[in-house]
């Protein structure tokens, strides 16, 4: 109960805190519209070209899939990483530390707020451009799809701040890890289907896509094709998988780096 | 005699790090890298109670960050024992962070884009307050620390004293016992620093919290603490009333004396007492205090110059405290 309350706090006043910057706030939607909107006008003439499917798919599915891709990353949980990257460099861990928290929940609930509000309207936007556009696609017009979905947003969630807090954790011991969130952020985008959507992947990719927790934490991509009916206990299965594995990952690094603590002046 | 609330016997922390070796290759300094350890805090012992206010004071990199941040669960020792409130801090920390208060002078818990009052408020959530606690705790800290004419200001727009008093009031939202103080004034304007001072008496006073304060100005220490711990390269080297601080450690005293007429010979002084400056129309002189007293080493002086005014003191503190210093970096 305290736990909630807390989380409940935060992302109060992460919300606050970005609703005094509105032109973040447009920053972040054009940003999406910008680099979503680009790929689909892309996708829109190469479809056109190959008669409107290209492996059993349409482009209203790609649209809507990219779409989710993008709307995911306005969450911004990938900063997390980078966030405990500067606790760290900075001795911010330290007064965090002295709180009655647990540091990593609080960070990981401090990321979620700080992304809500540019999530709900850069999602709500694109929502609305999207079904003005191109419509909504037979498959997400289902109880089951809708379900699913939420569900499979959510493990995407927590997968997604398990992995960039191990990135960022790993800061205990090499101080920057801007190299190697450089390499897990593009496996992310590459296998979540950011710029080629994941059904159209050559089938040794697709493989590798389904089952690394990089293509894991963006399954929600995956929720508006055909075949999701089919899959969707497959591909929850291995996002649960992941979510257990680099949960006790995350939960080993930080005891570890816990121990390890040097900050700045001690 | 009061409830003894920090206890700490033998503490030491060690700090261990990979040092590149030199004319080693690449993977062999990441195969076998060189580690180094060094001590910052080295087998140190005392003993805090209830209410007291005590500046643990050092010179930089002395270990005195080092044994707050074990004080308050941040760090584990290497070695030792501690007990704050009862508790270990670094296998209770949460439960020992509900009775203690931090404030680490050069890092802000404030959220910098929102009014002070938000910040009370997610402070008092994080050490579950109900609401009603937390709006009757903001109202008394407010009027407390005066922070009334701000309140609504976005915090990074306070100016530091004010958002320095800020800090120390939202530190102070779930009432601690005991409140540690790294460098709270650092950066402070003379006024500012003499505001803080107060407040932290008063509390001191009003609330009972012990204060546990570091810093580097001698003013902080003379007005603020009663007692005077002194670290150096890990170790305590003094802890005694802040008062006798200057006492046992003063063997001179100086006289300015100011001559009615100018000198351009200067004469030679009675043994243990020195010239300290020569000036045509001022000398001081420093007194070994040690072997004479006052009163007799002025008979002395007078006879040997012609005096306007004449002008007693002692050294100062930071002088006191700094000589601490060279002497246990000299190993003295």
Known sequence: MKQLRLANSIIKMMIKDRIQYPARLIVDTFGIIARCGVLLILYRYVFRYQGGLIQGVTFQIVAWSMFLYFSFMTLRLRDLAKSIMQDIKTGTVEILLSKPIHYLNYRMWWQVGAGMYPFFVATFLGVVALFLTVGIPESMQSWFFVGTFFITFFFAGILSLLIYSAVGLLAFWIEDVKPLYWIVDKSVMILGGSYLPVALFPETMYKIAIFSPFGASQFITSTVYNTWKIDYLKLMGIQLFWIIVVGFIVVYIFNRAYKKVSVNGG | ?332
Request: glycine share 6%.
């Open chain 2, 1 to 332: 005699m009061k409830p003894e609330i920090i206890s700490v016997s033998n503490l030491t922390k060690n700090f261990t790090f990979f040092v590149k070796k030199q004319g080693a290759g690449f993977f062999t300094n990441i195969i076998k890298p060189e580690i180094k350890t060094i001590s910052a805090v080295e087998n140190i012992s005392f003993s805090v109670e209830e209410g007291e206010r005590i500046a643990f004071i050092g010179p930089n990199g002395a270990g005195k960050s080092t044994t707050i941040k074990m004080l308050t669960g941040i760090l584990f020792p290497t070695s030792g024992k501690i007990s704050v409130l009862g508790l270990n801090p670094s296998q209770e920390r949460k439960k020992l962070a509900y009775q203690i208060g931090t404030v680490f002078g050069q890092r802000s818990q404030l959220f910098p884009n929102l009014p002070l009052t938000d910040s009370f408020e997610f402070f008092g959530v994080m050490y579950d307050l109900s609401k009603n606690e937390i709006e009757n705790r903001t109202k008394e800290l407010i009027e407390q620390f005066d922070l009334s004419s701000f309140k609504n200001q976005p915090v990074r727009k306070l100016s530091l004293g004010q958002r320095m008093r800020a800090e120390i009031a939202t530190s102070l939202i779930h009432k601690p016992k005991i409140i540690f103080l790294d460098e709270p004034t650092i950066g402070l304007d003379i006024v500012a620093k003499k505001a803080l001072r107060e407040l932290l008496i008063k509390i001191n006073r009003e609330e009972k919290t012990t204060i546990f304060l570091t810093s580097h100005d001698v003013s902080d220490i003379e007005q603020l603490c009663e007692r005077t711990i002194i670290i150096n390269h890990g170790t305590i080297v003094k802890d005694l009333p802040t008062i006798e601080l200057g006492k046992s450690f003063i063997h001179e005293k100086y006289v300015d004396i100011f001559l009615d007429t100018a000198l351009d010979n200067f004469p030679d002084l009675p043994e243990g007492i020195k010239y300290v400056t020569k000036d045509k129309n001022k000398v001081t002189l420093s007194v070994d205090i040690a072997n004479q007293s006052i009163s007799d080493a002025l008979q002395k002086i007078l006879p040997y110059f012609s005096v306007l005014d004449i002008d007693v003191y002692s050294v100062e503190l930071e002088t006191v405290i700094r000589e601490i210093y060279e002497a246990t970096s000299s190993g003295k």
